[in-house]
């Protein structure tokens, strides 16, 4: 059974990091295209982060660029989402997502989902 599992999420003040992590099981991560995705009260879900299975590229939303890090650890079949200089406006649900062969970024291109993390900046 396919399998994600986030986890680092938390309270942290403006300015500060954390590091998410998404966790498989029943499946080989790097055969897969993940994503981190994220969704705040009242808003739609947005993409923040992806890595592709091919080759290993990383796309980041420009609100997050030069501030997250998205990486894989094959060995562990483990994602991680580097997260500094965090900003209230970062606060959300993040959600880790999977698919073999995404055809775009969209929330509706990924067909398996965690069951989030949640991260709140706030002073």
């Known amino acids: 059974q396919v399998q994600l599992v986030e986890s680092g999420g938390g309270l942290v003040q403006p300015g500060g990091s954390l590091r998410l992590s998404c966790a498989a099981s029943?499946?080989?991560?790097?055969?897969?295209?993940i994503g981190w995705f994220r969704q705040a009260p009242g808003k739609e879900r947005e993409g923040v982060s992806c890595?592709?299975?091919?080759?290993?590229?990383?796309y980041y939303a420009d609100s997050v660029k030069g501030r997250f890090t998205i990486s894989r650890d094959n060995a562990k079949n483990t994602v991680y989402l580097q997260m500094n200089s965090l900003k209230p406006e970062d606060t959300a649900v993040y959600y880790c997502?999977?698919?073999?062969?995404?055809?775009?970024?969209?929330?509706?291109?990924?067909?398996?989902w965690g069951q989030g993390t949640q991260v709140t900046v706030s002073s």
């Open positions: 890595i592709s299975s091919s080759d290993g590229s990383t």
């Open positions: 029943g499946f080989t991560l790097d055969y897969y295209t």
């Open positions: 997502a999977a698919d073999s062969a995404p055809t775009g970024w969209d929330p509706s291109d990924f067909g398996s």
